[in-house]
């Protein structure tokens, strides 16, 4: 697989992670935050249902109270009485906490007939009852008291008035009502800083408004509807007060409410984008895991293809040379055998000038001499051409103990060439099933070339050691090194090894190569940093 495959199928495994993680995510943070929101505008609507209830029954309550004080005041003190003005006055400073207005800012006192016969404090004058203002009084008269609305939003602000009649039904009291009051009540029936309550009286007009969103709209309006109110949602909820004609109606903010969920959104959008993150860093992971996996299977496919080409070329220079082989014998033996017959001659027969039997015999050696040279050349080309018939199967082999008895036999040769020949093995060296014979051979030849390339005074290290899937055999020396021209042909068939004019016809490298892809094994050479060339043979464990 190309490197621009890897880094494709790397960019769509980490694509597929992150899509698999972080829409998930996203999901669960907009479906949560939806459901949130809901929750809290259900509970906005709630709250202010409560809200209006418990206002509508406070201010129910606050009127109650005041009459049924200013019924107290009228049976206490006569109509005669109160008539008087300093009387009324006296009464009405007497309200007052040491002096200052309180909840009552003034009083009036009627006839029947709407004159006034006394006035204290900031009240404005009823005037004659006509018109609207004849609705409080016969209401009052009918029914023992009454709410006077009418001078709401007028000069004064928003105050409304408390009519309350004698038991006799001669005269009226009216009680007018510190609009502070009215806003204070309207204050606590709100649902939050934002949200807006006010009290509209039968006509539809605006007696008293707590500030909200908008500000503290004007008194007299309407309506409290706000054309720019865009708010995410709307909605308001009434409540009648008693059984009078008045209604407290209130306005909740979502914003109110909506902080909650503002927090929760930050919230839930910290943890998406650390859940992104986390999402994003194991993606990174697997894809690095991933690539690195797939470079070691390339590897390792590229390694076996190259086994495999070598394997082919040996394969095709085995033909070759036993077709050279079989074509040189022949010849070799004839020569070889008339070769014998005139030694034989020469040897049978007294020839009388002595340096030419010298001359003659000389010759035949060489030609000899030349022969077995060519039969050994023609050997190991047989032996090439037979390497197809190495087994991987075998015996259990300890390659300690061979390596012992390798390095053994070759200390005499290294003590008289100076050689420092150390080995370094693993005590608890795992057992291979492989072709002990081959393995021999294959170590000894190593070791062998070693030798021979450090030269006198040179040093050869030997080591062993395992891991969970392999036996490792490292042999090292301080030779001069393989180039990097020379180390890419190392293993191919006819190469002749570390020194540039290689002895014989070149094939021992080409031999380890195969003899240990017949045993299922690796071999590999290069340049150590400190000089010299290592060489490390693995074979495969038994699972």
């Not at 406070?58 to 049976?75: N, P, S």
């Given at each position: 697989?190309?490197?621009?495959?890897?880094?494709?199928?790397?960019?769509?495994?980490?694509?597929?992670?992150?899509?698999?993680?972080?829409?998930?995510?996203?999901?669960?943070?907009?479906?949560?935050?939806?459901?949130?929101?809901?929750?809290?505008?259900?509970?906005?609507?709630?709250?202010?249902?409560?809200?209006?209830?418990?206002?509508?029954?406070?201010?129910?309550?606050?009127?109650?109270?005041?009459?049924?004080?200013?019924?107290t005041?009228?049976?206490?003190?006569?109509i005669?009485?109160?008539?008087?003005?300093e009387?009324?006055d006296?009464?009405?400073?007497a309200?007052?906490?040491?002096?200052?207005?309180?909840?009552?800012?003034?009083?009036?006192?009627?006839?029947?007939?709407?004159?006034?016969?006394?006035?204290?404090?900031?009240?404005?004058?009823?005037?004659?009852?006509?018109?609207?203002?004849?609705?409080w009084?016969?209401?009052?008269?009918?029914?023992?008291?009454?709410?006077?609305?009418?001078?709401?939003?007028?000069?004064?602000?928003?105050?409304?008035?408390?009519?309350?009649?004698?038991?006799?039904?001669?005269?009226?009291?009216?009680?007018?009502?510190?609009?502070?009051?009215?806003?204070?009540?309207?204050?606590?029936?709100?649902?939050?800083?934002?949200?807006?309550?006010?009290?509209?009286?039968a006509?539809?007009?605006?007696?008293?408004?707590?500030?909200?969103?908008?500000?503290?709209?004007?008194?007299?309006?309407?309506?409290?509807?706000?054309?720019?109110?865009?708010?995410?949602?709307?909605?308001?909820?009434?409540?009648?007060?008693?059984?009078?004609?008045?209604?407290?109606?209130?306005h909740?903010?979502?914003?109110?409410?909506?902080?909650?969920?503002?927090?929760?959104?930050?919230l839930i959008?910290?943890?998406?984008?650390?859940?992104?993150?986390g999402?994003?860093?194991?993606?990174?992971?697997?894809?690095?895991a991933?690539?690195?996996?797939?470079?070691?299977?390339?590897?390792?496919?590229?390694?076996?293809?190259?086994?495999?080409?070598?394997?082919?070329?040996?394969?095709?220079?085995?033909?070759?040379?036993?077709?050279?082989?079989?074509?040189?014998?022949?010849?070799?033996?004839?020569?070889?055998?008339?070769?014998?017959?005139?030694?034989?001659?020469?040897?049978?027969?007294?020839?009388?000038?002595?340096?030419l039997?010298?001359?003659?015999?000389?010759?035949?050696?060489?030609?000899?001499?030349?022969?077995?040279?060519?039969?050994?050349?023609?050997?190991?080309?047989?032996?090439?051409?037979?390497?197809?018939?190495?087994?991987e199967?075998?015996?259990?082999?300890?390659?300690?103990?061979?390596?012992?008895?390798?390095?053994s036999?070759?200390?005499?040769?290294?003590?008289?060439?100076?050689?420092?020949?150390?080995?370094?093995?693993?005590?608890?060296?795992?057992?291979?099933?492989?072709?002990?014979?081959?393995?021999?051979?294959?170590?000894?030849?190593?070791?062998?070339?070693?030798?021979?390339?450090?030269?006198?005074?040179?040093?050869?290290?030997?080591?062993?050691?395992?891991t969970?899937?392999?036996?490792?055999?490292?042999?090292?020396?301080?030779?001069?090194?393989?180039?990097?021209?020379?180390?890419?042909?190392?293993?191919?068939?006819?190469?002749?090894?570390?020194?540039?004019?290689?002895?014989?016809?070149?094939?021992?490298?080409?031999?380890?190569?195969?003899?240990?892809?017949?045993?299922g094994?690796?071999?590999?050479?290069?340049?150590?940093?400190?000089?010299?060339?290592?060489?490390?043979?693995?074979?495969?464990?038994?699972?």
């Amino acid at each position: 697989m190309k490197s621009c495959d890897h880094d494709r199928l790397k960019r769509i495994l980490a694509a597929g992670i992150c899509l698999s993680g972080i829409v998930p995510v996203v999901f669960f943070a907009l479906s949560s935050m939806g459901q949130v929101r809901t929750l809290a505008l259900d509970g906005m609507e709630q709250a202010a249902q409560r809200s209006v209830e418990r206002g509508a029954n406070d201010l129910h309550a606050f009127l109650r109270d005041k009459t049924a004080f200013l019924a107290t005041l009228m049976r206490l003190h006569p109509i005669e009485h109160l008539g008087k003005g300093e009387n009324l006055d006296a009464l009405f400073q007497a309200l007052g906490d040491k002096g200052h207005p309180g909840e009552i800012v003034g009083l009036e006192l009627l006839d029947a007939d709407g004159v006034a016969l006394a006035r204290a404090g900031q009240i404005k004058q009823a005037g004659a009852p006509t018109g609207q203002n004849a609705a409080w009084l016969r209401q009052a008269l009918a029914e023992g008291a009454a709410i006077d609305d009418a001078s709401v939003g007028r000069d004064t602000g928003p105050a409304f008035v408390i009519v309350l009649a004698d038991p006799d039904r001669t005269a009226v009291l009216r009680a007018a009502i510190k609009a502070q009051v009215l806003d204070d009540l309207l204050l606590n029936s709100r649902t939050g800083p934002l949200s807006r309550a006010a009290l509209l009286n039968a006509r539809g007009e605006l007696l008293a408004a707590s500030p909200g969103r908008t500000g503290m709209p004007q008194a007299g309006a309407a309506s409290l509807t706000d054309p720019a109110d865009n708010a995410e949602r709307v909605f308001s909820t009434s409540k009648r007060i008693g059984t009078g004609n008045w209604t407290l109606t209130l306005h909740p903010d979502p914003n109110d409410y909506l902080g909650t969920y503002y927090k929760y959104c930050a919230l839930i959008l910290v943890l998406a984008l650390v859940s992104t993150a986390g999402v994003a860093l194991m993606a990174a992971v697997v894809q690095r895991a991933v690539g690195q996996r797939l470079k070691r299977l390339d590897d390792r496919q590229n390694a076996e293809h190259k086994q495999q080409v070598i394997q082919e070329k040996m394969t095709m220079a085995g033909m070759v040379s036993t077709g050279i082989v079989h074509d040189l014998t022949e010849p070799l033996q004839q020569a070889k055998q008339h070769l014998d017959k005139i030694h034989a001659q020469v040897s049978r027969y007294k020839i009388e000038n002595i340096n030419l039997f010298k001359n003659i015999q000389y010759s035949v050696d060489r030609i000899d001499n030349n022969i077995l040279r060519i039969r050994t050349v023609l050997d190991r080309l047989l032996r090439f051409s037979h390497l197809s018939r190495i087994q991987e199967s075998g015996d259990r082999v300890q390659v300690n103990w061979i390596l012992r008895e390798i390095l053994s036999f070759f200390a005499t040769e290294a003590s008289e060439h100076n050689i420092a020949l150390t080995m370094e093995l693993e005590a608890s060296l795992p057992t291979v099933w492989t072709n002990g014979s081959q393995v021999q051979q294959l170590l000894l030849s190593l070791v062998e070339s070693a030798l021979e390339a450090v030269g006198t005074g040179g040093r050869v290290h030997c080591a062993t050691y395992s891991t969970p899937d392999e036996v490792h055999i490292q042999i090292a020396d301080n030779s001069p090194g393989i180039t990097s021209e020379r180390m890419k042909k190392l293993w191919q068939p006819f190469f002749t090894g570390p020194e540039p004019n290689g002895k014989g016809a070149g094939l021992d490298l080409s031999l380890y190569s195969a003899i240990v892809y017949k045993l299922g094994g690796r071999i590999s050479a290069q340049d150590r940093p400190q000089g010299g060339a290592l060489v490390t043979f693995s074979l495969p464990v038994p699972g």
